[in-house]
């Protein structure tokens, strides 16, 4: 079993920062890449980030130059650093694992979080 935990959203103003955070459990074999996705209200759900396992890193043109992909390995987390936020980065925000795990190490499979509200308002 592969868990996702996502933490550090709130409620922010606008220009402010948050880093949230996503804490990695299970049997992982080999990860491919891990990457930042959201959900706004009433619309799909779009990618933010991404990271390989080589630490090659990309970025949705939204969020270009304020935000920044990282890992830990030591402490299986990824993050994302959230800076200049504005109001349209409203939403929750999911992290995703694509990996092989010891019961499936023949192909990558991906695996989400639950998710953690991000709401930048006023």
């Known amino acids: 079993q592969v868990q996702l935990v996502e933490s550090g959203g709130g409620l922010v103003q606008p220009g402010e920062s948050l880093r949230l955070s996503c804490a990695t459990s299970?049997?992982?074999?080999?990860?491919?890449?891990m990457g930042w996705y959201r959900q706004a209200p009433g619309k799909q759900r779009e990618w933010v980030a991404q990271?390989?396992?080589?630490?090659?890193?990309d970025y949705a043109d939204a969020v270009k130059g304020r935000f920044t992909i990282s890992r830990d390995n030591a402490k299986n987390t990824l993050y994302l650093q959230m800076n200049s936020l504005k109001p349209e980065d409203t939403a929750v925000y999911y992290c995703?694992?694509?990996?092989?795990?010891?019961?499936?190490?023949?192909?990558?499979?991906?695996?989400w979080g639950k998710g953690t509200q991000v709401t930048v308002s006023s």
């Open positions: 990271i390989t396992s080589g630490s090659i890193t």
């Open positions: 299970g049997n992982v074999f080999s990860i491919r890449d």
């Open positions: 995703r694992l694509t990996a092989r795990t010891y019961t499936n190490y023949n192909y990558n499979m991906d695996y």
